[in-house]
């Protein structure tokens, strides 16, 4: 059975900190790791990191995929408090003939003035 | 934003009523996926789809059944609610099982059973 562990469950920081989020997976037949955010409705896309793409950065936002040891994190600087959100991380596998996208947790930032 | 839409959006019914929730999507993607989000367990996957009339359990799916008549409509259905099977359901898509599985989600459908 496919699993994510998203660690810590919640944080709380000040505007212009930074912060890691971390992610472990086991999964078998690994397809790619995901990153969404989700505020108060569906969770919006961030990240996809795959054995050809294990590094990727958006503005304040970056992520790494580390395939050897299973885990991703994914770093937000300068945070402000419109990164207060849930950051879900997800893996696709494909194990036994499934096409399954396994979610952690997730993880709650709160980022406050 | 990925045409996907979810109905209803809220929904209350009573104890061993059955219920239908929808997916529909205009994106022609193949995957479809519903799961259910309650807090302390994150998003858990109920059933999926990756063709029409082809589907597969999830993490958990007791109590629920689903079809696919048409590419584009992911139908859900509790066929007799328990106050267990409150919580907030939304639908995902995505285009393919390559390396490229990013999933867009609906707007969520927020269901209470009393």
């Known amino acids: 059975e496919d699993k994510v562990v998203q660690s810590p469950l919640s944080l709380v920081v000040h505007e212009g900190d930074t912060v890691t989020l971390n992610c472990s997976y086991e999964?078998?037949?690994?397809?790619?790791l995901l990153w969404y955010k989700q505020e108060k409705k569906a969770p919006t896309f961030l990240f996809m990191l795959?054995?050809?793409?294990i590094e990727k950065k958006s503005g304040r936002l970056s992520s790494i995929l580390d395939k050897k040891e299973l885990f991703s994190i994914l770093n937000i600087t300068a945070t402000q408090t419109g990164d207060s959100a849930i950051y879900l991380c997800?893996?696709?596998?494909?194990?036994?003939?499934?096409?399954?996208?396994?979610f952690g947790k997730g993880t709650k930032l709160s980022v406050i003035p | 934003d990925a045409g996907i839409t979810q109905s209803p959006r809220h929904k209350v019914t009573e104890t061993g009523t059955p219920v239908t929730l929808r997916c529909h999507q205009t994106?022609?993607?193949?995957?479809m996926y519903w799961y259910r989000q309650d807090p302390g367990h994150g998003l858990r996957l109920i059933h999926y789809?990756?063709?029409?009339?082809?589907?597969d359990k999830g993490e958990v799916s007791d109590g629920y059944s689903v079809s696919r008549s048409k590419t584009e409509d992911f139908l859900l259905t509790l066929e007799s609610a328990t106050s267990s099977q409150t919580s907030v359901y939304f639908c995902?898509?995505?285009?393919?099982?390559?390396?490229?599985?990013?999933?867009?989600f609906g707007q969520g459908t927020r269901l209470t059973v009393v």
């Open positions: 995902a898509i995505s285009e393919s099982w390559t390396d490229y599985t990013e999933a867009f």
């Open positions: 999964v078998t037949n690994f397809r790619s």
């Open positions: 795959t054995s050809s793409g």
């Open positions: 997800a893996v696709a596998g494909s194990g036994a003939g499934s096409y399954q996208l396994t």
């Open positions: 994106e022609n993607h193949r995957y």
């Open positions: 789809s990756y063709g029409v009339k082809d589907t």
